[in-house]
């Protein structure tokens, strides 16, 4: 019995103790103090339930986003590599698809080792919106690559390692992010903004991007394109931004599949499109970016 009393404190310390260890995700303002630009917007975010008729599947659009934040998901310590994505889900403008392609898109991205950093970015065609795409949305994607970069010693990140990854609507903010970063404010009092924001490589799934709303240039981070023929959207985006990589010696792998439609996130679905994450880890790994944290 006295035995049992004395091993009674350690049994509950080592309980308290196990859950500091598990890896759960975490939600991180952008801006601790409010969102430049979305001064008096208080109302609450906004998230429908929806089914999809083809398959079942529950899956939840988010919406009125006045505080753009950080969801983000660390891989475990025994898998982690060092190399970080953020996640720019889709919605056109209008909301996120924020589990089609935010969460699970975050959950494999640990599967491979790599943290997944789902961006909550503010939206400008919902109804009612005061925002715009490039100066809002894009706000949000320049400064989540400097609050990660911030953060990559806490989150045991390589700085030198932060991928963008953006779907539909997302990929425009990633198209934007991509070719519109600066070095940061070396003399700025928020040390995030002291941080580059730009990302080192970049991955746009069915953007809903146009080639001639962007300026590549030879600085502008690798780029991985992926897109179905038969996208509503049109695959020649793809193809087009692809070539004016190519123009201005960017690395970059464009993918177009032959069916596949718009929107098909990363599920398992009998299309071709869905082996594109093999495609993807298979590109990420040959460039580097998987290789072990030194």
């Known amino acids: 019995m006295y035995r049992s009393i004395l091993l009674l404190p350690a049994l509950l310390l080592a309980a308290l103790i196990a859950p500091a260890f598990a890896v759960e995700p975490f939600d991180l303002p952008l801006w601790p103090h409010g969102a430049p630009g979305s001064e008096g917007?208080?109302?609450?975010?906004?998230?429908?339930?929806?089914?999809?008729?083809?398959?079942?599947?529950?899956?939840?659009?988010?919406?009125?986003?006045?505080?753009?934040?950080?969801?983000?998901?660390?891989?475990?310590?025994?898998?982690?590599?060092?190399?970080?994505?953020?996640?720019?889900?889709?919605?056109?403008?209008?909301?996120?698809?924020?589990?089609?392609?935010?969460?699970?898109?975050?959950?494999?991205?640990?599967?491979?080792?790599?943290?997944?950093?789902?961006?909550?970015?503010?939206?400008?065609?919902?109804?009612?919106?005061?925002?715009?795409?490039?100066?809002?949305?894009?706000?949000?994607?320049?400064?989540?690559?400097?609050?990660?970069?911030?953060?990559?010693?806490e989150w045991e990140i390589d700085p030198a390692r932060i991928g963008f990854m953006g779907f539909s609507a997302g990929g425009e903010v990633a198209s934007l992010v991509e070719t519109r970063f600066d070095k940061g404010n070396g003399s700025a009092a928020d040390p995030v903004e002291r941080e580059s924001s730009r990302p080192d490589f970049a991955v746009l799934v069915y953007p809903g991007t146009r080639a001639e709303n962007v300026k590549i240039a030879s600085d502008t981070p690798s780029t991985f394109l992926v897109q179905a023929d038969d996208d509503r959207i049109g695959s020649e985006r793809s193809a087009e931004y692809f070539l004016l990589l190519k123009k201005a010696g960017v690395p970059a792998e464009l993918h177009i599949y032959r069916r596949g439609g718009h929107g098909f996130g990363i599920r398992g679905r009998k299309i071709p499109t869905s082996t594109w994450t093999a495609r993807l880890e298979d590109w990420m790994s040959d460039s580097g970016y998987l290789k072990p944290r030194e």
């Open 41 to 153: 917007q208080t109302s609450a975010e906004v998230v429908k339930d929806l089914t999809e008729a083809n398959h079942g599947v529950v899956t939840r659009q988010l919406s009125n986003i006045h505080n753009p934040s950080l969801i983000v998901y660390l891989p475990p310590k025994e898998k982690a590599n060092g190399a970080a994505m953020i996640i720019a889900p889709g919605g056109g403008h209008q909301f996120l698809s924020i589990d089609l392609e935010g969460h699970e898109v975050a959950k494999w991205m640990n599967n491979i080792g790599v943290a997944g950093i789902i961006l909550k970015y503010r939206l400008a065609r919902s109804s009612g919106s005061p925002y715009k795409v490039e100066e809002h949305a894009l706000a949000d994607g320049l400064r989540a690559v400097r609050m990660v970069r911030a953060h990559a010693k």
